[in-house]
């Protein structure tokens, strides 16, 4: 086996009945620059019952692709899906990318992963996204009119409410500030790193054990950016690597209850403190202030 295919990326897509979604992330994946023997593609279905599927027959053929149906856990976790695709990755993988199930990645964005981690072995690449309306682009439209499918995004600023986030990534103050080959260690650079678009080394993955199936309702990002930082672990941004959110609303259903005593465990985990004040939520309120953004706690954090 040859050098070129030694050395592979697996692109990991956790899914739940966003069959429409993932249609256009696969085909924006087919379209990579990146040579299709140097990435696979693991898109792990949590229990979907929207047909999800039947995109295993459509794309096996022009993708290196695995596909896994898992019985749904919960409503709120992407931890475990996530972990299940590492795990069935191929073991001349050297690095995981995970990427959410309605992110439509630029075509360059896989080959400018790849050449980070080359470069670096021993970062984790963050990579930013910006939302698209919902506008019902077809899979002909990200392969035939990319120009106006991204001239479509939000021109607002970022918000994160319980109806999503629309406009563009709330950490792009710090991409934009950042060239992709600076390296940084701080906690706030931890806490950016949001799995929809993210490269991490398989190493690093493992030693620091993988998300916490525990932890819910997009904490698991921030909990697992947490415990990257202890391990000295290094970040690095890098902005060409876009990806193009398809903007959706966030049901109420999907926020657990308890949350606050979710807060709670993690800020006696991470910071040996049970206020929140004193953790987790100053901690954030701080990233954000860096990203740009006046953030408020939200009101599922406290209940």
């Not at 229990?47 to 695995?66: A, I, N, W």
């Amino acid at each position: 086996m040859n050098e070129t295919i030694r050395e592979m990326i697996s692109v990991i897509i956790p899914t739940h009945n966003r069959k429409k979604n993932v249609e256009l992330a696969l085909t924006a994946l087919r379209l990579q620059t990146l040579p299709k023997e140097k990435f696979e593609v693991i898109l792990i279905d949590d229990g979907s019952t929207d047909g999800t599927y039947q995109l295993m027959e459509v794309f096996k053929d022009e993708l290196r692709f695995k596909y896994a149906w898992i019985n749904k856990k919960d409503a709120w976790n992407a931890s475990r899906p996530r972990n299940f695709g590492a795990k069935i990755a191929e073991k001349e993988s050297v690095a995981f990318l995970f990427l959410d199930s309605d992110i439509i990645l630029n075509r360059e964005a896989l080959q400018l992963y790849f050449e980070g981690f080359k470069k670096n072995k021993n970062r984790v690449i963050i990579g930013p996204y910006t939302w698209l309306p919902p506008q019902g682009f077809s899979p002909k439209d990200v392969e035939t009119r990319w120009d106006d499918v991204i001239q479509a995004k939000f021109r607002v600023q970022a918000l994160t409410t319980r109806l999503g986030h629309i406009g563009d990534d709330v950490r792009m103050v710090s991409f934009n500030e950042k060239p992709p080959d600076q390296i940084f260690n701080e906690i706030y650079d931890g806490l950016a790193c949001f799995g929809g678009n993210l490269l991490i080394p398989r190493d690093i993955f493992w030693k620091c054990g993988g998300y916490d199936e525990d932890t819910h309702c997009g904490l698991e990002d921030g909990e697992f950016g947490i415990r990257l930082w202890k391990n000295d672990v290094a970040f690095s941004y890098d902005k060409r690597c876009m990806g193009y959110h398809v903007w959706h609303e966030i049901p109420l259903a999907r926020f657990p209850p308890n949350l606050k005593v979710l807060i709670d465990k993690l800020n006696l985990k991470h910071f040996k403190k049970t206020d929140p004040d004193l953790g987790l939520v100053n901690a954030s309120k701080e990233a954000y202030k860096r990203w740009g953004i006046d953030w408020q706690v939200p009101p599922e954090w406290e209940r």
